[in-house]
């Protein structure tokens, strides 16, 4: 499934985020966490755009699957994102930079900072993709791993 060696590989799914380990040799189905793209609440994100609770509340549940990972798992120079289309098109919708190349935890950042003036009453205007329910969850999960499991960059595949 990844293409890269010494990586995690993260495929979100609607109630699930599936992990794999990969070194130069294989990849290993290492555990699943109970977060997907339609349930950080622990239900779905349902106001378009989020309001600075949801965002908070998400973060929290998230942190929760997250941080016992954190633990577990060796360190990896990559975070990769492969699979479920829909979430893979999120993140390319985010950013303006051909999606072969890998997204920085700055990256991630303003994005989600970027969220947060939205949810904190900004206009969205030129942010839509952003503040989809989809787009949002994704976001999180994305960046809760990346900070507590310490990745620098995260690498898309299709």
Known sequence: MSH??????????????????????SEAAVGTLAIGFENVLP???????????????????????????????PAQPYLCLVGNEEVVN???????????????IDQIEDAFRRLCEIAEGSPAKGNESLITPVAVSTLLILREMMHHIGFNELQLYR
């Open 90 to 104: 999120v993140i390319t919708a985010l950013f303006d930079q051909d999606a072969s190349k890998p997204y920085s």
């Open 4 to 25: 890269f060696t010494n990586a995690l590989t993260v495929h979100i799914s609607k109630n699930e985020t599936q992990l794999f380990l990969a070194n130069h040799t």
């Open 43 to 73: 239900g779905p994100i349902r106001v378009t755009p989020p309001r600075p609770i949801d965002l908070e509340l998400a973060i929290e549940y998230i942190e929760e699957e997250v941080m016992p990972w954190a633990q577990k798992l």
